[in-house]
């Protein structure tokens, strides 16, 4: 088992539409959870993180975590055409450097 | 430019052959990581430093692997005797160190295609 499970869709919604993309993991240790948002053959780039669990939004996204059911999820409201990217979880390691666990990325597009 | 680059972006070599790859972090970042990522997959962990110091390898990074950090600037990233399962995307990623969350910012990435 994947320490950090992710459908890698691909998911396809209209323009406007709220996307909720989701992740599951495995350690009830991780505490700090990143979303990523990876454009066609470029490096992933950093949206949001959260700490436990709980709720964080940042203008149109919002990061969720449940840790009881060691959940985790990204909504995006009013989704554009600019929003269509591999957007990826990630989750901490157990050893003390940092070094990130990602899930598989989940792929969505958005049709204007 | 003040994020992590990477050079080259691109890379073709034939199944043998030496590569090396470059990242510059972040100036005032003295965490840096190498990740691979495949098609279709999330980044895997490879190596990490903190300063010149490399403090963690993976099971990924075979002997033919090597990485380096020299001063604790850029740090560079050599495969030796490139096999066709070393195709991938190799991602360099930087952070500073402090409690809490540990924000890695990505570079570009350097692709390689090994024929």
């Known amino acids: 088992q994947k320490e950090v499970e992710q459908d890698p869709g691909p998911l396809s919604v209209p323009e406007g539409a709220i996307v909720s993309l989701n992740c599951t993991y495995s350690n009830s240790a991780f505490q700090y959870f990143m979303w990523y948002r990876q454009y066609s053959r470029k490096g992933p780039e950093l949206l949001m993180y959260t700490y436990s669990s709980g709720n964080k939004e940042d203008g149109r996204f919002t990061a969720q975590v449940d840790k009881s059911s060691k959940y985790i999820s990204l909504f995006i409201r009013d989704s554009q055409p600019s929003d269509s990217a591999t957007y990826l979880c990630a989750t901490y390691g157990s050893s003390n450097t940092g070094k990130l666990i990602f899930g598989q990325g989940t792929t969505l597009q958005v049709k204007p | 430019d003040t994020g992590v680059s990477q050079d080259p972006r691109h890379k073709i070599t034939k199944r043998g052959q030496n590569v090396t790859f470059r990242c510059d972090p972040i100036s005032e970042h003295n965490r840096l990581y190498w990740y691979r990522q495949t098609l279709g997959q999330g980044p895997e962990f490879l190596t990490y430093?903190?300063?010149?110091?490399?403090?963690?390898k993976s099971r990924l990074l075979s002997d033919r692997f090597s990485a380096e950090r020299p001063k604790g600037s850029f740090s560079t990233l050599e495969i030796q005797r490139t096999e066709q399962g070393d195709s991938a995307m190799y991602l360099c990623?930087?952070?500073?160190?402090?409690?809490?969350?540990?924000?890695?910012?990505f570079g570009p990435g350097t692709r390689l295609t090994v024929t």
């Open positions: 990623a930087s952070s500073l160190p402090r409690a809490g969350p540990n924000e890695q910012y």
């Open positions: 430093f903190q300063n010149e110091a490399q403090l963690e």
